[in-house]
C-alpha cells in the first residue's frame, strides 16, 4: 500500500503587476485571458498582438466556450485560450468558466499556466482572478490513481499576469487544499482507506499540524450509550469503527468550540441487510466525503490560522452485511437516551450522524455544521448541482442561500420541524428511523438529525447531493467535487455566521 498521506504542498504563485508586455507573457506557456463579454478593440490593444487575438475571436461563434484559441508568434508560442464573461456573472458562472478555460489550456501538456484578466475595474479583476486561480489549483492537484504508469502533471506553476494590485490569494489557496483533500480521501478506493487506516491518515495530519486528536473506539462508545452509530457498525467484522475529534485551539487549549464539524464517514455501504442493487453500490466508496469535506473544512482553517476554536467529529464507519449487522426492526438507544426503531438498513447514514451530534452538542459549540451523502431524495429534489440545507434557525434560510450564491457552492434550504416528524411515529419506540414510504426523506431525515442536536445549539445540515457530478462542478472537473468546503469558508468569512472576531 502506498503512503496514505495526500500531497497538498504549495503550488508556485507568481504575479506581474501592471500591463501586460511581450516579456511577461514568454513566462508562460499557456494563457488564460478572460475579457468581458463584449470585448472592445481597446481592451485587445493592451495586449501584445492584441489585434490577432481579436481578429481570431471574430472568426469564432458568438458565446463559444473558449471565446477563441491562438498561439502567439513569440518564444515560447504561449497558447492563448480566452473566455468572455459578464462583469456581474455570479461566482458560480466564473468558476464554471475557469473549469472549462483550464481544462482547454491543459490538454496538450504540462506547463507554466497564467491568468490575465483585461477590462475590468479593480474588484472585478480581483475577483475574477481569484476564481480563475481556484480553477486552476483543482486542476493542478493530482488525485490517486493506481495505473501502472503515472498521469503527467497539467501544471506547474501558475502566474497572474496585470493585475492592477497584489491580489490576496491565501483564502482562494487555503480553500483549494481542502477542497483538494475532500476529493483525494473519496476517491480512494475503499481497501486502501479504510476505517483503520482512515483514523491513522487523521493522527498523523494532526500530529503534523498540531491539532488536537482523540479517537473514541466502539469500547468507548458503548460506555457513552452510542446505540445508533454502534447498530451501523456491528455488521463489521472487526473492530475498525469509531468517531474521531479533532480540535483546533488558535488560542486557549480549553476554548469552548466556537464552531464544530461534522462528518459522515461511511467507508463503504453496501445498504447493510437492506442491500444496495450494484448499480447503486458501485460509488459507495464516497459515502464517506461528508466527513471529508468536514475534514478539508478543518484545514483550511488551521492553513489560514482563523482566530476561531474549531472542533471536528468524524463519524467512521463501515455499513457491512453480515450475520451480526443490525435489521428492519431492531430497537436501539441513542447517546441521549432516545430510542429509535430501525426501519431500513441503508438509512444508515442518520443512524451514525446521530449519536455524533448528540457529542458535539453536548459541548455547546457556538455553531454545528454537519455534512453528508444523507438520501436520494434530496438529489431528486435539486439534482446533483445543488445540495439541501437544513437548520434548526429557520431565520437563517435567506443567508444560507446566499452563501451558496457567494461561493459558488449553490444550496437551497428546506424546511424541519416537528409536523414533520409525524411522518416518523413509532408504536414501540419513541421514533422511526426513516419513514417506510420514503416520500421527502431528505426532509424527514434532517427532522430526525435535529433530535439529536442537544442545548439548543444552532445547526445547519448540508445533504450533499452535488458531492458527486458527472462531468464537474463549477471549479472542479472530478466527479467527486468536494462540495461544501468554499461554502462553509464563505459562512464564516463572508456573513461572519459564527459573530466571531475575525
Request: proline content about 4%.
Amino acid at each position: 500500500m502506498q503512503n496514505m498521506q495526500p500531497d497538498i504542498h504549495d503550488i508556485r504563485i507568481y504575479q506581474k503587476l501592471g500591463g501586460v508586455d511581450a516579456k511577461s507573457l514568454e513566462t508562460v506557456d499557456q494563457l488564460l485571458l478572460i475579457l468581458p463579454a463584449k470585448p472592445s478593440g481597446a481592451d485587445f490593444g493592451k495586449l501584445p498582438q492584441g489585434a490577432k487575438m481579436q481578429a481570431v475571436y471574430r472568426k469564432h461563434a458568438a458565446g463559444s466556450t473558449p471565446a477563441f484559441t491562438t498561439r502567439l508568434g513569440n518564444k515560447t508560442q504561449t497558447l492563448v485560450v480566452g473566455g468572455t464573461i459578464a462583469t456581474d456573472a455570479s461566482t458560480f458562472e466564473q468558476l464554471t468558466l475557469g473549469r472549462k478555460l483550464v481544462a482547454a489550456a491543459t490538454s496538450q501538456k504540462a506547463g507554466r499556466l497564467g491568468i490575465c484578466a483585461v477590462g475590468f475595474d479593480t474588484d472585478a479583476q480581483t475577483r475574477i482572478v481569484n476564481n480563475m486561480l481556484a480553477a486552476a489549483l483543482a486542476a493542478a492537484f493530482e488525485l490517486p490513481t493506481y495505473k501502472s504508469k503515472p498521469e503527467p502533471d497539467t501544471i506547474k506553476s501558475i502566474r497572474l499576469l496585470g493585475v492592477d494590485e497584489k491580489i490576496d490569494t491565501s483564502r482562494t489557496e487555503a480553500e483549494a487544499k481542502g477542497n483538494n483533500l475532500a476529493r483525494w480521501l473519496t476517491v480512494q478506493p475503499p481497501n486502501f482507506l479504510d476505517a483503520k487506516s482512515y483514523a491513522r491518515l487523521i493522527r498523523s495530519m494532526a500530529k503534523d499540524r498540531r491539532w488536537q486528536y482523540k479517537r473514541f473506539s466502539t469500547k468507548d462508545l458503548s460506555s457513552l450509550g452510542c446505540g445508533a452509530f454502534l447498530a451501523v457498525a456491528q455488521g463489521n467484522d472487526n473492530d475498525s469503527a469509531s468517531i474521531v475529534r479533532l480540535r483546533y485551539r488558535p488560542g486557549s487549549k480549553s476554548a469552548t468550540a466556537d464552531l464544530s464539524l461534522v462528518g459522515k464517514g461511511i467507508i463503504f455501504d453496501t445498504g447493510g441487510t437492506n442491500l444496495k442493487p450494484f448499480e447503486f453500490m458501485l460509488d459507495m466508496h464516497g459515502d464517506m466525503q461528508g466527513s471529508a469535506v468536514a475534514l478539508g473544512t478543518f484545514l483550511a482553517i488551521s492553513e489560514m490560522q482563523l482566530p476561531i476554536a474549531v472542533d471536528c467529529w468524524l463519524a467512521i464507519t463501515e455499513n457491512r452485511t453480515g450475520p451480526n449487522a443490525y435489521k428492519s426492526q431492531d430497537v436501539v438507544t441513542a447517546a441521549n437516551g432516545k430510542t429509535i426503531q430501525t426501519v431500513h438498513t441503508d438509512a444508515e447514514g442518520r443512524m451514525a450522524l446521530a449519536d455524533t451530534l448528540v457529542l458535539a452538542s453536548r459541548d455547546k459549540p457556538g455553531m454545528i455544521f454537519d455534512y453528508a451523502t444523507l438520501t436520494g431524495s434530496c438529489i431528486r429534489a435539486l439534482t446533483t448541482r445543488y445540495s439541501g440545507v437544513f437548520t434548526n434557525r429557520s431565520e437563517l434560510h435567506p443567508t444560507l442561500k446566499r452563501i451558496g450564491r457567494n461561493s459558488g457552492e449553490r444550496v437551497w434550504p428546506f424546511p424541519i420541524g416537528e409536523e414533520f416528524m409525524e411522518d416518523l411515529k413509532s408504536d414501540t419506540a419513541d421514533f422511526l428511523q426513516c419513514s417506510v414510504k420514503g416520500t421527502g426523506d431528505h426532509i424527514l431525515a434532517a427532522s430526525f438529525l435535529a433530535e439529536f442536536i442537544e442545548n439548543d445549539v444552532p445547526w445547519v445540515h448540508m445533504d450533499l447531493a452535488a458531492g458527486n457530478n458527472k462531468g464537474g462542478l463549477g471549479h472542479v472537473a472530478s466527479k467527486f467535487t468536494g462540495f461544501g468546503v468554499r461554502y462553509t469558508m464563505s459562512a464564516i468569512l463572508d456573513e461572519n455566521l459564527l459573530k466571531a472576531k475575525l
